[in-house]
């Protein structure tokens, strides 16, 4: 079974740019969650979505979005990049049983460089 | 919040040697808790996890046991190798109340394991 797919692994992106990223869960998965990593901050969760629907998100500006497609196939957007938004995007899928998400199974992350 | 705390890297062990990463929590529900380990350049691994208090979640030779008491979740293993050398990361998710797949991560232990 093929793990959680991000695409691309590596971006370069100019001040004031937008990017879009993409994740593909594992098949069978309907919960996508996107995080983002830093050495200041460490993992800090973005959103989550379930069927289509943002479940849960976290404490970042509108400048990041992001949605799910029918196949829950994922993708996030950040809008007038700053350079603080340097960072690796990781995406996370799992599974639902009795309406809960087991554990998180982690793709390798786009790294996103803003210059 | 929910909060998760570790000590600070990082480790340097000899290779053979005892291993053990604090780790403890803030919740107000009840988490399950996880273990993770990213190596170089890539995305997150699930190391072990534990649901419920008292569980003992263990993997490739790594343990870890849910304190309830003492809101604690420490990662030991007996004899440490070279190819252990990574980053370690204890995390929580409040799945039962808040049905989603959220994680709160602690800020990250680097582990370097000498020949």
């Known amino acids: 079974k093929a793990g959680v797919t991000q695409t691309p692994r590596y971006l370069i992106k100019t001040r004031g740019q937008q990017v879009t990223l993409s994740c593909s869960p594992i098949?069978?998965?309907?919960?996508v969650s996107w995080y983002q990593q830093t050495p200041g901050q460490g993992l800090q969760f973005l959103f989550e979505y379930f069927s289509e629907t943002q479940r849960n998100k976290g404490n970042f500006p509108g400048r990041f979005s992001g949605r799910q497609f029918s196949n829950s196939r994922s993708e996030m957007n950040v809008s007038t990049l700053e350079l603080g938004d340097s960072a690796l995007y990781l995406c996370a899928s799992s599974l639902l049983e009795g309406g809960a998400a087991t554990e998180a199974f982690f793709g390798q992350g786009t790294r996103l460089t803003v210059v | 919040g929910d909060s998760v705390t570790q000590m600070e890297g990082p480790v340097t062990l000899s290779e053979e040697a005892f291993l053990t990463i604090n780790c403890t929590y803030t919740?107000?529900?009840?988490?399950?808790l996880f273990w993770y380990v990213q190596y170089p350049g890539e995305g997150l691994q699930l190391l072990l996890k534990a649901t419920k208090a008292d569980d003992k979640g263990s993997n490739k030779g790594f343990e870890a046991t849910y304190r309830k008491e003492t809101t604690s979740f420490h990662l030991e293993k007996g004899s440490v190798q070279v190819s252990d050398s990574a980053v370690y990361f204890c995390a929580l998710s409040d799945l039962g109340s808040s049905n989603t797949g959220k994680l709160i991560f602690g800020q990250g232990t680097t582990l370097q394991v000498k020949p």
């Open positions: 919740a107000t529900g009840y988490p399950s």
């Open positions: 098949s069978g998965h309907r919960s």
